[in-house]
């Protein structure tokens, strides 16, 4: 009430000003409802029905998916696949980026440019990543698959990706090298904000390189590389752009993972409630593993 005309001032409400969290809170969560929460429970209850094969109609059938799922050997392979594949990159993606962030870690002429180089493969999309291999796979004009046969390791008449044994790990390779740029950065970073006193003092005491890293580096990086396992791997299990542009799954279910499986249902089945079950599948398995890792190295954020 306005003391001098008697007139009541209108003021803002408290829980609208600065001095109250929730309008700084709020965008953030509307965001996460809409675009996070919302569509996996949409994606479940999608997953509760039956798409009728020739009505195309979704009825109300909370078992007819889940039960199939169950006893689908192809669903079983392609979390095989998955695992392999996430255990397998995410190792040479982190032995890579240790190492390389060591040889790195600089201050000297040349190795500020050679740091800022390694950002280059991180902005190409993984769809023009999945073509440039592809290319360079080509069994008559790919330049890695005509070192490799003039090497003699490996024979014209089993192209990369079109052999069983071997499509997987072409697919890994292009994983590799456009993410462990990302691990190089990762372990810099951490590198750099190591203290230096406890090197100072081990350079005296005249420990080995080699005792410096395993006694010193390596245990004062264990959270960040944690940290850094746990994010990437999370991205890993759910890679879909570069098996689909190199292999499109094949040769047959050979590299298969759980998002391409999916992507092959919603596709080319436009089974929408089968292809919903199986992403749940691979939701709650990233979030058992993701725990199941942060239990085991008692990651703390």
């Given at each position: 009430m ?5 007139k009541?001032?209108?003021t ?6 600065s ?29 509760l ?23 689908d ?7 095989s ?20 962030a060591?040889?790195l870690?600089s ?11 390694l ?16 290319l ?23 192209p ?21 740029p ?19 003092a081990a ?11 395993f006694?010193?580096?390596?245990p004062?990086?264990?959270k ?33 993972t ?18 919903s079950?199986?992403a ?22």
């Open positions: 306005n003391a001098a005309n008697g009541r001032l209108w803002m409400p408290r829980w609208l000003t001095e109250h969290p929730l309008p700084w809170v709020l965008p953030a969560t509307a965001t996460l409802v809409v675009f996070g929460l919302y569509p996996i429970l949409y994606a479940i209850w999608l997953s029905h039956r798409r009728h094969p020739v009505t195309r109609e979704n009825q109300w059938n909370p078992e007819w998916n889940w039960s199939r799922l169950i006893a050997e192809r669903l079983w392979d392609a979390i696949v998955t695992y392999f594949y996430t255990g397998v990159a995410l190792a040479i993606q982190l032995a890579l980026g240790l190492g390389i060591l040889l870690d201050d000297r002429k040349g190795f500020g440019l050679m740091r800022a180089l950002t280059l493969p991180l902005v190409v999309p993984p769809a023009v990543t999945g073509m440039m291999f592809l360079m796979y080509n069994a008559s004009f790919g330049v890695i698959s005509r070192s490799l046969y003039s090497l003699g390791l490996l024979s014209p008449d089993k990369i990706l079109a052999t069983g044994s071997t499509a997987l790990w072409g697919v890994i390779v292009a994983d590799v090298w456009q993410w462990a990302f691990m190089v950065l990762i372990m810099l970073a951490g590198l750099r904000a190591l203290p230096r006193e406890p090197f100072e350079a005296i005491d005249g420990a080995s390189s080699i005792q410096v890293f006694r010193l580096t390596l004062m990086l264990s960040i590389i944690a940290i850094a396992v746990l994010i990437r791997g999370i991205d890993l299990f759910r890679v879909y752009d570069y098996v689909k542009v190199m292999t499109d799954s094949g040769p047959g279910t050979a590299t298969e759980l998002t391409a499986y999916a992507g092959t249902i919603y596709f080319k089945s436009a089974n929408f409630p089968m292809a079950a199986v749940i599948v691979t939701l709650v398995l990233v979030i058992v593993t993701a725990n199941m890792f942060i239990a085991l190295f008692r990651v703390r954020f």
